[in-house]
């Protein structure tokens, strides 16, 4: 994270401060520091994740479940094919991703289904009425 000074604004800044924060903003927003939002929500029977990918295919991401933790990963690339344009502000995060979650001891980790359209990963997570939570009893 940069320093920044307390109490100036834009009229107090140097030409060469407002100059490396442009340069170092574009820099710093295109190396691994794409992070997808997630939402993870409940209903009586199943637990639904929710991410935002925008801008990747579907073969760019990776589900994976191991031990119980559902790991989502890919990597978001930043193209600049296109001749003669030069950026001057990039905002869009890029870069490879990884998260992960434990999943509840409740879920059948057979009914994993995943559906990926507009940008959004939707996994659908089935309970499993079998796995409920044992109550041991003290002797």
Excluded: C, W
């Amino acid at each position: 994270m940069r320093y920044s000074k307390p109490n100036r604004n834009a009229l107090d800044k140097n030409f060469s401060d407002i100059m490396d924060e442009f340069f170092n903003d574009v820099v710093n927003d295109r190396r691994g520091n794409f992070v997808p939002s997630i939402d993870i929500s409940e209903t009586e029977n199943q637990f639904l994740i929710t991410a935002e990918l925008p801008g990747m295919n579907k073969d760019d991401i990776t589900i994976s479940l191991e031990n119980g933790r559902l790991a989502i990963s890919g990597e978001r690339s930043f193209e600049n094919e296109e001749k003669g344009k030069t950026f001057h502000r990039v905002e869009t995060k890029y870069g490879s991703f990884e998260r992960s979650f434990q999943l509840p001891d409740n879920v059948d980790e057979q009914s994993i289904s995943a559906t990926y359209e507009n940008g959004l990963l939707n996994i659908n997570i089935d309970k499993s009425e079998d796995k409920v939570k044992k109550q041991i009893e003290i002797s």
